[in-house]
């Protein structure tokens, strides 16, 4: 009896280790951000998933047309929803997101993985009919495709949507095909968006883009201009592709890397001009905030345009401004 019962502790311990491998594999393999699964990026050709739920597209700016051909893959529980993408290339177009505040709108809607595709003479020159077998289904394991009723991919953009359904009973994938979306009788896309931004009608563009357009970038030393003024702002670089806001002045709101608060901000895009610097930069004055936050990620979004960039006659009537500035903020409903 004893060494029945020494047998049945061993078996039982050996199960609960075995148990806790598991728990232990899958913390490994996932880590989580403020509750959320953090997305797995993979890049190149040389990859290979299981079970993909697919949607196709540059998808600048994740505007709500995009979302619901993201919506379409994550609806299906059973397949991991994946985002395929092409490598941001070099263009005289402005990107409305830079790829990192691209990757942190699709982890917010809950994308479990991204597919980055290369851009280079092998890929550009890639026949359709190649990438749906070799990639599509060989590489992703695709068994469920949404994209837009315009997708065009492959070599000279030879292949469309028709192709894509022609050959899902070949390979057994499900497919649906989504029509644009409209609002108010425009219809959303990209290009409409960087219109709206362009305008600075940044009110328009969050609407299309279904939330706030946003500058993320890592604090640097201004010119303490804005402390001596006992106003101390947040300075940012943005990358060089990234679609800025015309110059001027705007509501916006700040979250901090390491900081669970959303602070109010008056945000001043532009070149100083009543100090005489001349470089385009993104300058935010957090309300009711003065810590050191150097060398931190900051994410600043946008929300309305307050005015229009001004030289002023001095420092004291800038300062003035700044303080009319930030009491039309303070009055703002978060």
């Given at each position: 009896?004893?060494?029945?019962?020494?047998?049945?502790?061993?078996?039982?311990?050996?199960?609960?280790?075995?148990?806790?491998?598991?728990?232990?594999?899958?913390?490994?393999?996932?880590?989580?951000?403020?509750?959320?699964?953090?997305?797995?990026?993979?890049?190149?050709?040389?990859?290979?998933?299981?079970?993909?739920?697919?949607?196709?597209?540059?998808?600048?700016?994740?505007?709500?047309?995009?979302?619901?051909?993201?919506?379409?893959?994550?609806?299906?529980?059973?397949?991991?929803?994946?985002?395929?993408?092409?490598?941001?290339?070099?263009?005289?177009?402005?990107?409305?997101?830079?790829?990192?505040?691209?990757?942190?709108?699709?982890?917010?809607?809950?994308?479990?993985?991204?597919?980055?595709?290369?851009?280079?003479?092998?890929?550009?020159?890639?026949?359709?009919?190649?990438?749906?077998?070799?990639?599509?289904?060989?590489?992703?394991?695709?068994?469920?495709?949404?994209?837009?009723?315009?997708?065009?991919?492959?070599?000279?953009?030879?292949?469309?949507?028709?192709?894509?359904?022609?050959?899902?009973?070949?390979?057994?994938?499900?497919?649906?095909?989504?029509?644009?979306?409209?609002?108010?009788?425009?219809?959303?896309?990209?290009?409409?968006?960087?219109?709206?931004?362009?305008?600075?009608?940044?009110?328009?563009?969050?609407?299309?883009?279904?939330?706030?357009?946003?500058?993320?970038?890592?604090?640097?030393?201004?010119n303490a201009l804005g402390r001596t003024m006992n106003m101390p702002t947040a300075n940012i670089i943005p990358e060089k592709s990234k679609l800025l806001l015309?110059?001027?002045?705007?509501?916006?709101?700040?979250?901090?890397?390491?900081?669970?608060?959303?602070?109010?901000?008056?945000?001043?895009?532009?070149?100083?001009?009543?100090?005489?610097?001349?470089?385009?930069?993104?300058?935010?004055?957090?309300?009711?905030?003065?810590?050191?936050?150097?060398?931190?990620?900051?994410?600043?979004?946008?929300?309305?345009?307050?005015?229009?960039?001004?030289?002023?006659?001095?420092?004291?009537?800038?300062?003035?401004?700044?303080?009319?500035?930030?009491?039309?903020?303070?009055?703002?409903?978060?």
């Amino acid at each position: 009896m004893k060494k029945y019962l020494s047998t049945m502790k061993i078996t039982i311990l050996r199960q609960y280790i075995r148990k806790m491998k598991m728990i232990l594999k899958c913390l490994k393999c996932f880590s989580f951000q403020g509750g959320r699964r953090k997305m797995e990026i993979l890049k190149g050709l040389d990859i290979k998933v299981k079970n993909s739920a697919v949607s196709l597209g540059k998808f600048d700016g994740v505007h709500r047309g995009h979302r619901l051909l993201l919506n379409g893959i994550s609806e299906r529980k059973d397949l991991v929803p994946t985002v395929f993408t092409f490598e941001m290339s070099d263009t005289p177009q402005k990107y409305i997101y830079s790829q990192d505040e691209k990757n942190k709108v699709l982890e917010e809607i809950g994308i479990a993985r991204e597919v980055i595709f290369p851009f280079n003479e092998h890929t550009k020159n890639m026949a359709p009919e190649e990438f749906i077998e070799k990639f599509l289904v060989e590489k992703l394991d695709v068994k469920y495709i949404c994209v837009g009723e315009d997708f065009r991919f492959g070599r000279k953009r030879e292949g469309n949507v028709g192709m894509l359904k022609k050959y899902a009973s070949i390979y057994d994938y499900d497919i649906k095909i989504f029509h644009k979306l409209e609002s108010d009788n425009e219809i959303i896309s990209s290009t409409l968006v960087r219109k709206k931004l362009e305008d600075g009608d940044v009110a328009r563009a969050n609407e299309l883009l279904g939330r706030s357009y946003f500058i993320e970038g890592t604090v640097i030393h201004g010119n303490a201009l804005g402390r001596t003024m006992n106003m101390p702002t947040a300075n940012i670089i943005p990358e060089k592709s990234k679609l800025l806001l015309p110059s001027g002045v705007y509501a916006s709101k700040v979250m901090i890397e390491g900081d669970d608060m959303v602070y109010k901000g008056v945000t001043n895009i532009g070149r100083k001009p009543t100090i005489g610097r001349y470089d385009i930069g993104v300058e935010t004055c957090l309300l009711d905030f003065d810590r050191d936050i150097y060398g931190k990620k900051i994410m600043v979004e946008f929300y309305e345009r307050i005015r229009p960039e001004k030289k002023f006659p001095g420092l004291d009537e800038l300062k003035n401004q700044m303080e009319a500035d930030k009491a039309k903020v303070a009055r703002w409903q978060m």
